[in-house]
């Protein structure tokens, strides 16, 4: 007796929609951390957008010492995940950045000359369960990033409390939070030093 052939259909991957992209980098779309419970229905998107408190805490003092610290008729700061185009299959975001205020044209687009200075706290994508991808996230976008022209990226992770600075010239480094890091010209951060200051904990 011949024995039937069931053919299964393929399982059709499920597209993931574009307000669910953070970023791409070198034309690969980086999704946000927690995107999967998005699509399965476990959490909504406002679930997995928003900043820790942390790292939003961290984003506003840095960029409140800044804005009293730098040259702000040379310099311009932004914040709030600044668009950058790199390319046509590079389109990053900075949590902070300092962009020279020369030649700047401000409009309803991404910016499309590199910063002087980007600065990143935590990783925001999808990067699977192992710890490596989240490094090699850290570099490839902080390459790139250099690669465009930016002077100087500082990386600043909250677990563990970390600070990697990287430069196009110099080897980079990576540090805890008590270190004194130069940022733009005479203006220096100590994060732990300005978390003290603001009475948090960490």
Request: glycine share 6%; aromatic share 10%; net charge neutral.
């Amino acid at each position: 007796m011949a024995i039937p052939i069931v053919f299964e259909e393929p399982k059709r991957r499920k597209r993931v929609p574009a307000y669910l992209i953070y970023e791409t980098l070198n034309g690969k779309p980086r999704y946000y951390r927690g995107y999967k419970e998005v699509l399965s229905g476990k959490k909504t998107p406002a679930e997995i957008m928003g900043s820790s408190s942390l790292q939003a805490a961290l984003v506003s003092l840095i960029h409140g010492f800044l804005f009293t610290h730098i040259n702000r008729k040379q310099y311009l700061l932004v914040t709030n995940e600044s668009g950058v185009h790199l390319d046509k299959g590079s389109n990053l975001s900075n949590d902070i950045a300092l962009f020279e205020r020369a030649g700047l044209v401000l409009n309803n687009k991404y910016f499309d000359v590199a910063p002087k200075v980007a600065i990143e706290i935590d990783v925001r994508i999808e990067v699977g369960d192992q710890p490596s991808q989240e490094q090699n996230y850290v570099y490839e976008k902080t390459e790139r990033l250099l690669a465009f022209g930016v002077e100087k990226v500082l990386w600043i992770t909250t677990q563990p409390p970390k600070l990697l600075v990287a430069t196009r010239d110099a080897a980079w480094t990576t540090h805890n939070w008590d270190v004194t890091a130069p940022v733009l010209d005479d203006c220096v951060l100590n994060l732990a030093e300005l978390l003290r200051e603001e009475g948090i904990e960490w």
